[in-house]
Nanobody, 126 residues
Framework: QVQLVESGGGLVQAGESLRLSCAVSGIAFSWCNILWFRQAPGKEREFVAG????????NYADSVKGRFTISRDNAKNTVYLQMNSLQPEDSAVYYC???????????????????WGKGTLVTVSV
């Protein structure tokens, strides 16, 4: 059974940091690109960050570049999203997703993902 389990969300004040984790099981983790998406109330789910299977390639949404860092530990089947300088507009449910398709570049569209976690809520107060 494939499982992606997000953790680390919570309530923080603007300017503070959080680190999200995505623990993956049931699939060949080291063969998957892993991505983070987020969805705020009333908005579409959007790409946040992605990391290639070998960890050498990353991609970020313009809105989080310079503030968020994605990383992975293939020995622990876990991907992390370090979020610094959080702002109220970062408030959303954050989802991790796995893309098993071997591609030359990271795919960032929701419909390209093969598996999803259930999400973790991040709330940033002013």
């Amino acid at each position: 059974q494939v499982q992606l389990v997000e953790s680390g969300g919570g309530l923080v004040q603007a300017g503070e940091s959080l680190r999200l984790s995505c623990a993956v099981s049931g699939i060949a983790f080291s063969w998957c690109n892993i991505l983070w998406f987020r969805q705020a109330p009333g908005k579409e789910r959007e790409f946040v960050a992605g990391i290639s299977r070998n960890g050498l390639s990353t991609n970020y949404a313009d809105s989080v570049k310079g503030r968020f860092t994605i990383s992975r530990d293939n020995a622990k089947n876990t991907v992390y999203l370090q979020m610094n300088s959080l702002q109220p507009e970062d408030s959303a449910v954050y989802y991790c997703a796995a893309d098993q398709t071997i591609t030359t570049t990271l795919r960032t569209r929701t419909y390209d993902m093969d598996y999803w976690g259930k999400g973790t809520l991040v709330t940033v107060s002013v």
